[in-house]
């Protein structure tokens, strides 16, 4: 039964690059089952679908955010990471990660969330 | 970009209504529609895909149908346990989701 769980550090200087990392348990993160997303949420926008990875390192990006994020899978360490650069208030909220079953065509897992923030 | 536009934003019912939450993509995307739902301080959980589809797990009493520009997900014999925050998202090359229907049992 597979389980995510974010990490990283809830404070972020604006104009920084955030980085949160998703540690998958319960499953091998080499699955063709999943590609591996992030979503945020805040008051001003919702949930805002970030992008997703596949565990071969394929890649597909929020349009609206594609010039500033980096997504990666470590498949030796279970885990895959997300990098916001260049940061401003905008970028505070509840950071997802959640997986997105080749089946049934949505996020069917979800990590409980963490809080980031971006002040200086 | 294909916008997701949910409606009502809010709605109070009663416990064993039917309740109608309905969603409007700004152009077609097929039936590439998905519906979930979130608990204050929870991450959101998968209910409907491909527009109608039950995701394993979810009760029956959830229902979703519609393809093209307008969808609908409809809740029957509505319980307690089915407050919340409802989202529709759109699967149709990016994955946007709509702005959230609260629901607040009465």
């Known amino acids: 039964h597979l389980q995510l769980q974010e990490s990283g550090p809830g404070l972020v200087k604006p104009a920084e690059t955030l980085s949160l990392t998703c540690t998958v348990s319960?499953?091998?993160?080499?699955?063709?089952?999943?590609?591996w997303g992030w979503i945020r949420q805040s008051p001003e926008k919702g949930l805002e679908w970030i992008g997703t990875?596949?565990?071969?390192?394929?890649?597909h990006y929020n349009p609206s955010l594609k010039s500033r994020i980096t997504m990666a899978v470590d498949t030796s360490k279970n885990e895959y990471s997300l990098k916001l650069s260049s940061v401003t208030a905008a970028d505070t909220g509840v950071y997802f990660c959640?997986?997105?079953?080749?089946?049934?065509?949505?996020?069917?897992?979800w990590g409980p969330g963490t809080t980031v923030k971006v002040s200086s | 970009d294909i916008q997701m536009t949910q409606s009502p934003s809010s709605l109070s019912p009663s416990v064993g209504d039917t309740v109608t939450i309905t969603c409007r993509s700004s152009q077609s995307i097929s039936n590439y529609l998905n519906w979930y739902q979130q608990k204050p301080g929870k991450a959101p959980e998968l209910l409907i895909y491909f527009a109608s589809k039950l995701q394993n797990g979810v009760p029956s009493r959830f229902s979703g149908s519609g393809s093209g520009t307008d969808f609908t997900l409809t809740i029957t014999s509505l319980q307690p346990e089915d407050f919340g925050t409802y989202y529709c998202?759109?699967?149709?090359?990016?994955?946007?989701f709509g702005q959230g229907t609260r629901v607040e049992i009465k």
């Open positions: 959640a997986g997105w079953s080749t089946v049934s065509d949505g996020f069917s897992l």
């Open positions: 990875v596949y565990y071969s390192g394929k890649t």
């Open positions: 319960g499953g091998s993160i080499s699955t063709s089952s999943y590609y």
């Open positions: 998202q759109h699967t149709y090359g990016t994955r946007t």
